[in-house]
């Protein structure tokens, strides 16, 4: 990725393993799903990086180990140059202010017994960021308008609003410390189609606006090249691409990477695009294959391809795969 300005997230070697028990009286581990597996990025200030992938492939996990919702295994986190695994309870709550989270499903992340205006306003109150209580209603009238909501809705609670509605109040409840840094996590596969463009829109919108690092975690590939300037691609734990969204989309390098965008939809009619089916389903994470995790799925794999991990090496500037054929099937097209 580009060098031009100094990282504001740098994850390195990032892993989280979540334990196998077995027995209920005295439940002993009997293995680990490894859910993440040695992701290593950087987002810059007013970044939007993706991370795509099809559904356990360990995103989610990864934006929540990030933030430190779950505590990762291994790796390490920094944020603005500070270690984020080396802080106490207390220290890293001065950077909850900093780093927000946008959940995918906005009927179950608003607290029902609040309403809008004082789940605004406890965030304020927490965190001192207005002197007064009539600093935090215009405050709490100017985010709700920045949402495209009335100010006037603070009054009522999360249930009286539709689904697109309620994401608008996440993503204010997410601006209201005025974050330098927002993990969305799916924020609009739970809502109807007709809705999601708009609230991809929103979001875009402020996340320019505000300079705010995003890290848009998505399975969607059409939404992800409307939104991201980079692009990771995650597959069982592990990045296999990673590059600025044009170069992943016009020249992607990793046989997974090629399959997922030889899926999106294209408007013209009249356009030939061959699809590429994968086949088989994706691993347990709890057994993941030896050597290269997609090896399994992928119609290039080879004996080496069991054999050896691969690693993530540079194509073109900035651009990332991990494939041990890569330059062999490119030179073969």
Same mark, same amino acid.
């Given at each position: 990725?580009?060098?031009?300005?100094?990282?504001?997230?740098?994850?390195?070697?990032? !892993?989280?393993?979540?334990?196998?028990?077995?027995?209920?009286?005295?439940?002993?581990?009997?293995?680990?799903? !490894?859910?993440?597996?040695?992701?290593?990025?950087?987002?810059?200030?007013?970044?939007?990086?993706?991370?795509?992938?099809?559904?356990?492939?360990?995103?989610?996990?990864?934006?929540?180990?990030?933030?430190?919702?779950?505590?990762? *295994?291994?790796?390490?986190?920094?944020?603005?140059?500070?270690?984020?695994?080396?802080?106490?309870?207390?220290?890293?709550?001065?950077?909850?202010?900093?780093?927000?989270?946008?959940?995918?499903?906005?009927?179950?992340?608003? *607290?029902?017994?609040?309403?809008?205006?004082?789940?605004?306003?406890?965030?304020?109150?927490?965190?001192?960021?207005?002197?007064?209580?009539?600093?935090?209603?215009?405050?709490?009238?100017?985010?709700?308008?920045?949402?495209?909501? !009335?100010?006037?809705?603070?009054?009522?609670?999360?249930?009286?609003?539709?689904?697109?509605?309620?994401?608008?109040?996440?993503?204010? !409840?997410?601006?209201?410390?005025?974050?330098?840094?927002?993990?969305?996590?799916?924020?609009?596969?739970?809502?109807?189609?007709?809705?999601?463009?708009?609230?991809?829109?929103?979001?875009?919108?402020?996340?320019?606006?505000?300079?705010?690092?995003?890290?848009?975690?998505?399975?969607?590939?059409?939404?992800?090249?409307?939104?991201?300037?980079?692009?990771?691609?995650?597959?069982?734990?592990?990045?296999?691409?990673?590059?600025?969204?044009?170069?992943?989309?016009?020249?992607?390098?990793?046989?997974?990477?090629?399959?997922?965008?030889?899926?999106?939809?294209?408007?013209?009619?009249?356009?030939?695009?061959?699809?590429?089916?994968?086949?088989?389903?994706?691993?347990?994470?709890?057994?993941?294959?030896?050597?290269?995790?997609?090896?399994?799925?992928?119609?290039?794999? *080879?004996?080496?391809?069991?054999?050896?991990?691969?690693?993530?090496?540079?194509?073109?500037?900035?651009?990332?795969?991990?494939?041990?054929?890569?330059?062999?099937?490119?030179?073969?097209?």
């Amino acid at each position: 990725m580009s060098a031009q300005a100094a990282p504001l997230v740098e994850v390195e070697g990032l !892993r989280k393993y979540f334990p196998i028990r077995e027995g209920l009286v005295m439940p002993r581990v009997v293995g680990q799903v !490894r859910a993440v597996e040695d992701v290593s990025f950087t987002i810059r200030r007013g970044q939007v990086l993706a991370l795509v992938g099809e559904s356990g492939s360990g995103k989610s996990t990864t934006g929540r180990a990030l933030l430190r919702l779950i505590e990762p *295994n291994a790796g390490r986190i920094r944020f603005d140059g500070v270690d984020l695994l080396s802080l106490k309870p207390k220290e890293l709550r001065a950077f909850r202010r900093r780093m927000q989270i946008i959940f995918q499903d906005p009927y179950a992340s608003l *607290n029902p017994h609040l309403r809008v205006a004082d789940m605004l306003d406890e965030a304020l109150v927490i965190h001192a960021l207005e002197p007064s209580a009539a600093a935090r209603r215009a405050r709490i009238d100017e985010l709700l308008s920045s949402v495209g909501l !009335r100010p006037e809705y603070g009054r009522r609670f999360p249930h009286e609003f539709s689904g697109g509605q309620r994401q608008r109040l996440a993503i204010a !409840r997410a601006l209201t410390v005025r974050p330098d840094f927002i993990v969305a996590d799916e924020p609009v596969s739970a809502l109807d189609v007709s809705i999601q463009a708009q609230i991809i829109n929103l979001l875009q919108e402020l996340q320019q606006r505000f300079g705010i690092a995003l890290l848009f975690i998505a399975h969607d590939l059409a939404v992800v090249r409307h939104v991201a300037t980079d692009v990771a691609v995650m597959y069982l734990g592990r990045i296999v691409e990673m590059g600025p969204a044009d170069a992943v989309f016009d020249a992607p390098v990793h046989p997974y990477t090629q399959a997922l965008i030889s899926a999106i939809p294209v408007p013209d009619p009249d356009a030939v695009r061959t699809r590429i089916i994968l086949g088989g389903e994706i691993p347990s994470p709890a057994a993941p294959p030896s050597g290269c995790v997609f090896r399994t799925r992928c119609r290039h794999a *080879n004996a080496a391809c069991a054999a050896t991990v691969p690693p993530l090496v540079e194509r073109t500037p900035g651009h990332w795969s991990a494939c041990l054929r890569a330059d062999e099937l490119a030179a073969a097209r």
